[in-house]
């Protein structure tokens, strides 16, 4: 049922494809959270961060501290830097599929982007 206020603008029609619309991307993004959100779960259950940081940690200071280099505080500020950025990449790898099944499939289901 189309609400009084919308009734001159809209035709029932474009209500129920908006409608439809709006319940497939609400499903999508819960499906979506609910896979992200097991995902972060065993990322961090699987201590996969202190793996990670402490490859960096081993890469970094056999690369730098080999050649009798004295490790100071700017190298603690570059390795948090790159560890930041690493964590950033792994998270863009698991979003970056669902922006796209939202952009290209859905919206394309829906009449739009074609």
Not at 30 to 52: G, H, K, V, Y
Not at 72 to 94: H, K, N, P, Q
Request: glycine share 4%; charged share 20%; net charge negative.
């Amino acid at each position: 049922m189309i609400p009084e206020k919308l009734q001159s603008i809209v035709t029932k029609e474009e209500f129920t494809k908006a409608q439809e619309y709006s319940r497939t991307k609400m499903q999508f993004n819960m499906l979506q959270s609910w896979i992200t959100t097991a995902f972060e779960l065993s990322f961090w259950a699987l201590r996969l961060p202190q793996a990670l940081y402490a490859v960096m940690f081993t890469k970094y200071y056999e690369s730098y501290c080999s050649d009798g280099y004295t490790p100071s505080y700017v190298d603690d500020w570059i390795l948090g830097m790159g560890f930041v950025f690493a964590c950033t990449i792994v998270e863009s790898v698991v979003s970056t599929p669902f922006g796209l099944f939202s952009t290209f499939m859905i919206e394309e289901t829906h009449g739009f982007n074609k």
